[in-house]
């Protein structure tokens, strides 16, 4: 790139990083017969397959390495693609939207007939863990999700310490916030109904509560009378983790982070609640 193009192009990155935005990078790494971007270009593409900065040729390669860059934000994992014009594709017996071995296949209708390879990787932001609480569970999961790559927020009303990245006097949450959010109610008696509406509210990855399906289906029946949609309380994982048998704070916390782990791996699918 030149060096104009290159400044640009890392201003671009270091912007979407800062901002906490998801979004892929673009290489072309193989190119065959004429082809209007050579091995090395670059692009940044958005979560919605918009091109933000750089180059990786025209309409006719915009739009598929555009699709694979949404496509790889959205699974969270690369993508391969090589774009190819119609009859090379035939000869090879695949069509556009076939994936082999890992290569997924497009077509490319330039009238230069020739064909590209791009790889396209994510760039995610720290994944986030809100917990609701200020008792033994919510201190155990905090503690524990140090050693998780998240970024942790700890929320209670009147609460000035604890081990996270975050300390939060109350339980509001930005609603809609890009990148993964999980978000667990550990209030244990202290401010449940609060905390399960922020929760939900949020519109997080992932809701849990920690508490037992008695109290929760008491609580639920509170919120709906109060509004609150019943596809809304679905979401909610109650009791919140995996069913190891936990009983201690420390045990409890394991089983969460366990689930969130099992949800994080999924690629965006939902995770069965019990």
């Known amino acids: 790139m030149p060096a104009r193009f290159d400044s640009r192009f890392e201003a671009t990155l270091s912007t979407l990083r800062a901002q906490g935005v998801p979004f892929a990078i673009a290489t072309v790494v ?86 590209m390879d791009v790889f396209v990787e994510p760039v995610l932001p720290q994944p986030r863990l809100v917990v609701f609480g200020a008792g033994p569970v919510a201190m155990a999961l905090c503690d524990l999700a140090g050693r998780f790559d998240l970024h942790r927020t700890l929320a209670a009303p009147g609460l000035t310490d604890g081990a996270a990245e975050h300390v939060q006097d109350g339980f509001a949450l930005e609603a809609g916030a890009l990148g993964q959010r999980y978000v667990v109610v550990a209030t244990q008696g202290k401010g449940d109904e609060a905390g399960l509406r922020a929760a939900l509210a949020s519109g997080a990855d992932y809701v849990a509560f920690v508490g037992s399906r008695r109290k929760f289906a008491t609580l639920a029946e509170r919120l709906v009378a109060s509004g609150v949609p019943l596809e809304d309380i679905a979401r909610v994982k109650a009791p919140a983790g995996l069913d190891i048998h936990a009983i201690t704070p420390e045990e409890i916390a394991l089983s969460i982070l366990a689930e969130i782990t099992l949800c994080r791996r999924a690629g965006g699918r939902e995770v069965g609640h019990d």
């Open 30 to 115: 193989r190119t065959v017969d004429a082809t209007s971007a050579k091995p090395g270009a670059k692009a940044v593409v958005l979560p919605d397959g918009t091109i933000a900065e750089g180059w990786i040729g025209g309409g006719c390669a915009r739009s598929a390495v555009g699709k694979a860059g949404a496509a790889a934000i959205r699974e969270g994992r690369p993508q391969f693609i090589s774009l190819r014009p119609e009859e090379l594709l035939a000869a090879e017996g695949v069509a556009a939207g076939d994936e082999r071995h890992g290569v997924r296949f497009a077509r490319n209708g330039c009238p230069s007939k020739g064909s």
